[in-house]
């Protein structure tokens, strides 16, 4: 006499359980499977705005310290501090690509302006490099600090100062007016000779990587 269990309805509905297993196991596995797609398209994305989020930032702390370092005119003074016989006052580093005036090392530049300061102190000592180069009307490229070629994933910011005739050199070499220092002690141009009271409007920009 055959035991219950071995009844052809007992395989049926064994046979039904095991498919019913084989079914969820395999929906586990789809659903788990989707997640994971799921979670390789919104990781990127997600990730690339938090970037651009710091990186505005970064640049927002440069343009800051462009402006405070302007507030009590330091940063048209680091603009007027060159020599009589050319160049930047205690400049020793080499120039820049293209330029033939010495620039200045970071600890120099924090020791000229403060600028420098800020800079080193927000940037340099936390792993940050930078360039601050002048942009004066109708002069060639002037670079302060040179720490290479900056990559295209650079971030800069720039402050505008104006300069006046009456306005002087700031070195320890020299304080004549701006209009009175010759053409071959000037590291800017006169640009408005004669014409108005001004010297020049020079663009402070620094880029940062």
């Given at each position: 006499m055959p035991r219950p269990h071995d009844s052809p309805d007992g395989d049926t509905d064994r046979g039904q359980a095991y498919t019913l297993e084989g079914f969820i196991g395999a929906m586990v596995v789809l659903m788990a499977v989707l997640f994971?797609?799921?979670?390789?398209?919104?990781?990127?994305?997600?990730?690339?705005?938090?970037?651009?989020?710091?990186?505005?930032?970064?640049?927002?702390?440069?343009?800051?310290?462009?402006?405070?370092?302007?507030q009590?005119?330091?940063?048209?003074?680091?603009?007027?501090?060159?020599?009589?016989?050319?160049?930047?006052?205690?400049?020793?580093?080499?120039?820049?690509?293209?330029?033939d005036t010495k620039t200045y090392s970071v600890d120099r530049f924090a020791n000229e302006s403060v600028l420098g300061a800020i800079l080193k102190e927000r940037f340099s000592e936390n792993g940050w490099t930078y360039n601050v180069e002048l942009y004066a009307e109708d002069g060639e490229k002037r670079t302060l600090v040179y720490q290479g070629s900056p990559p295209s994933s650079s971030l800069t910011a720039s402050y505008t100062v104006t300069l006046y005739d009456n306005q002087t050199v700031t070195s320890d070499s020299s304080d004549d007016k701006l209009h009175e220092t010759s053409s071959n002690e000037r590291m800017i141009p006169h640009k408005y000779d004669g014409e108005t009271p001004l010297y020049n409007v020079v663009e402070v920009r620094v880029i940062v990587w």
């Open positions: 994971a797609l799921q979670s390789v398209v919104i990781t990127p994305t997600t990730g690339g705005q938090a970037d651009r989020t710091a990186q505005l930032q970064i640049q927002q702390e440069v343009q800051d310290s462009l402006i405070v370092s302007s009590d005119g330091n940063l048209s003074e680091i603009v007027r501090n060159w020599h009589d016989d050319g160049g930047f006052e205690d400049a020793g580093q080499p120039p820049a690509p293209n330029e």
